[in-house]
């Protein structure tokens, strides 16, 4: 295979940039998860690490949130400028538009309006799919082409889709997708990057296109294989796992630094060029975690630090020395380490009380009644909370009431007060006088899918409430996206007076000098599960299950004078919450790879 329109050419098995041999060594930074006032910060730390590329996913519904809206590229959204930014600071940029990513983000990219649509047939030649990700790329792929290499731009490559073969085997859906990229303008490499087993190469690669492969162990054996499959092309490991994600009520992934190291050094002493899978991994910030699912939900915390050799914070660790030197022995030459990042002095700082949980979110708009609880989907919100209403007549005595298809979690209420939660298809324990009552289903989208065969998964009550067997009808259904309130509407829903330890609004206030802003972490104790805002930023999802412990503030989210911490707490609510020296992501537990 030879390649001879781009800047990195492939030519008798070796991967040359501008003719002469190269190894990229590169680390995935996504511009979505590290905010934008950070941006060149932690590309210089990656430059300082002796990478000279990074990579980044682009996630569709972070641009598009909503169907009737405009995809967004500007503020947080400015794909052009982080990349722009990445050139300025020495590296390439290679660019995976997906369009699913995975990443462990929200529906894997794809936006939940498109997903309502065509449900489960995303990622294949379904015509509404391919209809969508056309006008998407129409809009995308223009801005990355006046940015490639050819163009004068750090752009060097582009990934075709996302480890296709651990999902399908629509190779007419890859094909089109190849065509969709080079059509728009992409003159760079393009390639494919899957795990290392037959199954997964067999779905996922394309004659024609360079084969990658992603794991974070045994290199030889994964080279070998695709070796065995591509012989003649370089070898490239396009996500090196030096590290991994944490899922809510597990423990902490980590990957010792000998470990990941020996790996990295199997990869470059066979001659293959890398990717860190993260090199920083940042954090997912407002309700853009996503959740994978293996027989039970599994939703992502807010962290996404990954154990990476760049923290979540923008500290350099001992994986990255360790990597520094590994690079520095192959004559990469070396810009200075960073300082790390200032951590805000710690602090308690006690909450006011607001508004009490169900009266706050009860005074919002309702949708109109519906005869059946409306998904999230229909009506049009695709993350945060979902209040649901009616008055069924309990019978006298005992019964049970059934949230069926329930995704994800439901607090049940009847006349105000709690009668428990349910995850699934849970059922609660009622007494009733054979009166109606007040039912009330609130229920939280914890993350949708990001992975596997249930990618496109609606939320909401999918299948009724029963009480006993009869299915409850007539409901009214509030819409809470949380994550598209103004401070405006924050402040306004949370103002009231609520009861000590209760769930909730509350509000922690506090004043800094002007030399005083820096990066912090947030603890807070005595809460249990919600969500939380440092003046205009919801920073995301708390759980006191964890293992995550304190949340990530960025330094730019604070400023001189006065600053506004908004809890909303779905179960009690603590006193005061508390700035921290370091981060407590949990308990560790070291990461091991499956296939």
């Not at 995975?102 to 294949?124: F, H, I, K, Q, Y």
């Not at 209040?387 to 105000?416: K, M, N």
């Not at 994550?483 to 009231?496: I, P, Q």
């Not at 104790?525 to 205009?536: I, L, Q, S, T």
Request: with cysteine; charged share 20%; aromatic share 8%.
């Amino acid at each position: 295979m030879t390649t001879t329109s781009s800047r990195l050419t492939l030519e008798e098995g070796v991967l040359l940039r501008d003719g002469a041999p190269h190894q990229v060594l590169s680390g995935s930074m996504h511009y979505f998860r590290v905010h934008p006032g950070q941006w060149r910060d932690r590309l210089e730390r990656l430059a300082a690490l002796g990478l000279n590329t990074v990579d980044t996913y682009v996630a569709w519904n972070f641009h598009q949130r909503r169907e009737d809206r405009p995809a967004s590229f500007d503020g947080w959204c400015d794909l052009e400028a982080f990349i722009a930014l990445a050139g300025q600071v020495g590296l390439d940029v290679i660019v995976r538009p997906g369009p699913y990513i995975c990443a462990e983000w929200d529906n894997g990219g794809l936006p939940a309006w498109l997903t309502a649509r065509v449900g489960m047939r995303a990622r294949s030649s379904e015509p509404t799919f391919l209809a969508a990700v056309s006008e998407w790329f129409d809009e995308l792929l223009p801005r990355l082409a006046a940015l490639q290499a050819s163009n004068g731009g750090p752009i060097v490559a582009f990934q075709v889709e996302n480890e296709y073969g651990s999902y399908g085997d629509d190779a007419g859906y890859l094909a089109w997708l190849r065509d969709a990229l080079v059509d728009r303008g992409a003159t760079e490499l393009l390639y494919t990057a899957d795990g290392p087993t037959d199954l997964m190469l067999d779905g996922g690669t394309l004659p024609g296109v360079l084969a990658t492969a992603t794991f974070g162990s045994r290199a030889t054996e994964a080279f070998g294989l695709l070796r065995s499959r591509r012989d003649g092309e370089p070898l490239l490991c396009a996500e090196f796992w030096n590290g991994w994600f944490d899922h809510w009520d597990e423990r902490h992934h980590v990957r010792t630094v000998p470990s990941a190291d020996a790996t990295l050094a199997e990869i470059l002493d066979a001659g293959g060029s890398v990717s860190l899978y993260m090199a920083h991994g940042g954090t997912n910030f407002g309700l853009w975690a996503g959740a994978n699912h293996d027989g039970r939900l599994q939703p992502t915390i807010t962290s996404y630090d990954s154990d990476a050799p760049v923290a979540e914070h923008g500290a350099v660790t001992p994986k990255f020395h360790a990597f520094r030197e590994r690079f520095a022995a192959l004559g990469v030459a070396l810009p200075p380490v960073p300082a790390d990042p200032r951590i805000l002095a710690p602090r308690s700082v006690r909450v006011e009380r607001g508004a009490e949980l169900l009266p706050a979110l009860g005074m919002l708009p309702a949708a109109a009644a519906r005869p059946t609880p409306p998904s999230f989907e229909e009506l049009g919100i695709a993350s945060g909370l979902v209040l649901y209403r009616a008055t069924p007549r309990l019978p006298l005595g005992d019964s049970t009431i059934t949230v069926a298809g329930l995704h994800d979690r439901a607090q049940v209420f009847v006349d105000g007060v709690s009668v428990g939660t349910v995850e699934g298809d849970g059922s609660v324990s009622v007494t009733g006088s054979g009166a109606p009552v007040d039912l009330t289903v609130l229920v939280e989208n914890q993350g949708r899918i990001n992975y596997g065969p249930l990618l496109g998964q609606g939320k909401g009550i999918l299948g009724g409430v029963r009480v006993g067997r009869r299915l409850v009808h007539g409901w009214t259904a509030t819409p809470i996206p949380l994550d598209e309130w103004s401070v405006a509407e924050l402040a306004r829903h949370a103002d009231g007076a609520g009861r000590p330890g209760g769930p909730g609004f509350s509000t922690a206030r506090f004043r800094l000098d002007a030399d005083e802003p820096a990066d912090a972490f947030i603890a807070l104790p005595g809460f249990g599960k919600g969500f939380v805002w440092v003046n205009d930023l919801l920073l995301g999802r708390y759980w006191e299950i964890g293992p995550q412990v304190t949340l990530y503030v960025p330094a730019p989210v604070l400023r001189p004078g006065g600053n506004t911490v908004t809890i909303l707490e779905l179960e009690h609510s603590g006193d005061r919450i508390e700035f921290r020296a370091e981060p407590e992501l949990g308990p560790p537990e070291e990461y091991v790879e499956t296939f």
